[in-house]
T-cell receptor
Framework: EDQVTQSPEALRLQEGESSSLNCSYT??????LFWYRQDPGKGPEFLFT???AGEEKEKERLKATLTKKESFLHITAPKPEDSATYLC???????????FGKGTSLLVTP | DAGITQSPRYKITETGRQVTLMCHQT?????MFWYRQDLGHGLRLIYY???????DKGEVPDGYVVSRSKTENFPLTLESATRSQTSVYFC?????????????FGPGTRLLVL
C-alpha cells in the first residue's frame, strides 16, 4: 500500500530563515510526486511535479528535489506570504489517484 | 479562463437528505476526481472518472454516487447524508496524457451535516 509521510507537522520560521520540508514515500512504482500549497479556506494550488530520482524544480524561493525514498521542499529566505500548508502526494504506476500526506503547516513571521 | 469551479461553496443540510455537489471544468480535461479533506486524514479520493460515462471508486466511496454525462461536469451526490460526511470536498481534473499527470483542484465545498 502506498504511504506518504510528511515532516515536520508544523514549522515556524523567521523571515529569511531557510529550511526544508520532508516527504517520505513508499509506492509500488512511482509515476509522479507532487507538491501543492494550500491556504486556509482554499483548494490545493499546484507547485511542482517530479517524475524521477535526481530531478529538481525551482520556483521563486522554492526548490523541490526527489530521491528514490523521499522528496524535499527547500524554502530559501522565506517571506510571511509563504505561510501555508504544503502538501505532498504520490501517484503510482497502478492507478490514477493521488495519495496525499497530511501536510506541513508553515508559519513565517516577520 | 474559469478553470475548475465548484458549487455551492458552503452547504448545511440534515441527516438523511440528498445533497448534490457540482463540479465544472473549462479545460476539456479527460480525468476528473472527487476528494474529501478531513483533519487527521488529509485528502482522500472518493471517486474518479476517466471520461464521460466512465467512473470508478476511490478509497472512500461508500454513501456517494457520481455521474459524468458531459466531459466538463462531474457531480457528486450524497444519497442520504450522514454526520460522518461533514467535510470539505474538492474536485480536481487533469489531462489524460502520459507525463501530464498533474491534477488541478477547485476551491472546495464545505459541507456540514446536522
Amino acid at each position: 500500500e502506498d504511504q506518504v509521510t510528511q515532516s515536520p507537522e508544523a514549522l515556524r520560521l523567521q523571515e529569511g530563515e531557510s529550511s526544508s520540508l520532508n516527504c517520505s514515500y513508499t509506492v509500488s512504482g512511482l509515476r509522479g510526486l507532487f507538491w501543492y500549497r494550500q491556504d486556509p479556506g482554499k483548494g490545493p494550488e499546484f507547485l511542482f511535479t517530479l517524475y524521477s530520482a535526481g530531478e529538481e524544480k525551482e520556483k521563486e524561493r522554492l526548490k523541490a528535489t526527489l530521491t528514490k525514498k523521499e522528496s524535499f521542499l527547500h524554502i530559501t529566505a522565506p517571506k510571511p506570504e509563504d505561510s501555508a500548508t504544503y502538501l505532498c502526494a504520490v501517484q503510482s504506476n497502478s492507478g490514477y489517484a493521488l495519495n496525499f500526506g497530511k501536510g506541513t503547516s508553515l508559519l513565517v513571521t516577520p | 479562463d474559469a478553470g475548475i469551479t465548484q458549487s455551492p461553496r458552503y452547504k448545511i443540510t440534515e441527516t438523511g437528505r440528498q445533497v448534490t455537489l457540482m463540479c465544472h471544468q473549462t479545460w476539456s480535461h479527460s480525468y476528473m476526481f472527487w476528494y474529501r479533506q478531513d483533519l487527521g486524514h488529509g485528502l482522500r479520493l472518493i471517486y474518479y472518472s476517466a471520461a464521460a460515462d466512465i467512473t470508478d471508486k476511490g478509497e472512500v466511496p461508500d454513501g456517494y454516487v457520481v455521474s459524468r454525462s458531459k466531459t466538463e461536469n462531474f457531480p457528486l451526490t450524497l444519497e442520504s447524508a450522514t454526520r460522518s460526511q461533514t467535510s470539505v470536498y474538492f474536485c480536481a481534473s487533469r489531462l489524460g496524457l502520459r507525463d501530464q499527470e498533474t491534477q488541478y483542484f477547485g476551491p472546495g465545498t464545505r459541507l456540514l451535516v446536522l
